[in-house]
Nanobody
Framework: QVRMVQSGGGSVQAGGSLTLSCEVSGYSYSKYKKYCMGWFRQAPGKEREGVAVIISDGTTDYADSVTGRFIISEDNAKRTLDLHMNSLKPEDTAMYYC??????????????????WGQGTQVTVSS
């Protein structure tokens, strides 16, 4: 059984930093040729959107809105996935979710490529 347990998050003023962590268990990094792990967020009344992703070959991709501010990293030995968020803005306020999957296409910031999800953690940025 795959479990993804999130920690971190909270409230911060604009310009501040936060780190989200996700502990992964039961997930096989070698089950298929390629895996993907990512972070998504969902603000009230909006669709869940992809924020950052890391692929099995180490490639990363980011939403335009967070490029240059957020960094995704993974430690396969520790089975953790982190999202380091800097220069936070009020528009970054949302519920954040970690996710994992085995992609079949070449787009990774999309929900349908992810099978396993964390429980969500709130990030609130005040102006």
């Amino acid at each position: 059984q795959v479990r993804m347990v999130q920690s971190g998050g909270g409230s911060v003023q604009a310009g501040g930093s936060l780190t989200l962590s996700c502990e992964v268990s039961g997930y096989s990094y070698s089950k298929y040729k390629k895996y993907c792990m990512g972070w998504f967020r969902q603000a009230p009344g909006k669709e869940r959107e992809g924020v950052a992703v890391i692929i099995s070959d180490g490639t990363t991709d980011y939403a335009d809105s967070v490029t240059g501010r957020f960094i995704i990293s993974e430690d396969n030995a520790k089975r953790t996935l982190d999202l380091h968020m800097n220069s936070l803005k009020p528009e970054d306020t949302a519920m954040y979710y970690c996710a994992a999957g085995y992609p079949t296409g070449d787009r990774f910031l999309v929900r349908y490529e992810y099978t396993y999800w964390g429980q969500g953690t709130q990030v609130t940025v005040s102006s």
